[in-house]
């Protein structure tokens, strides 16, 4: 019904950048909030940012002035731009979003696959 599908992660050295993307697909009425979120090894998943319908952005303390969210509604399309990338930025990010699937229904969480993102020094 809807899928989340990640591209753009890989390995860069420190410093570099990265442009992750988030294609929504499948059918639905509208999707709402939608956010990255970071996993690394042996911690627990982390909101890097968020972007709602309206536009608003939302970032983590360790990646405001470094990443940039934003939505192409009409590609129904999320980007991540992450610039001066750290060694502790590596981790699977992941794709989230609040999804509407049908006027009558309330809204769903839908998660994609996930991309590694590693940064070496």
């Known amino acids: 019904q809807v899928q989340l599908v990640e ?8 410093g ?16 709402n909030s939608m956010g990255w979120y970071r996993q690394a090894p042996g911690k627990q998943r982390e909101l890097v940012a968020a972007v ?5 952005t939302n970032y983590a303390d ?3 002035g470094r990443f940039t969210i934003s939505r192409d509604n ?5 980007y991540l ?10 981790a699977v990010y992941y794709c989230h ?3 509407k699937t049908t006027a009558w229904r309330p809204s769903y ?3 994609g696959q996930g991309t590694q993102v590693t940064v070496s020094s």
């Open 16 to 31: 570099g950048s990265l442009r992750l993307s988030c294609a929504a697909s499948g059918s639905f009425f509208s999707i």
């Open 7 to 14: 591209s753009g992660g890989g390995l860069v050295q420190a």
């Open 109 to 111: 969480d839908y998660w």
């Open 74 to 78: 009409a590609k129904n399309t999320m």
């Open 62 to 64: 360790s990646v405001k």
């Open 97 to 99: 979003a609040m999804v």
């Open 81 to 90: 731009q992450m610039n001066s990338l750290k060694p502790k930025d590596t």
């Open 52 to 56: 709602t319908s309206a536009l608003d």
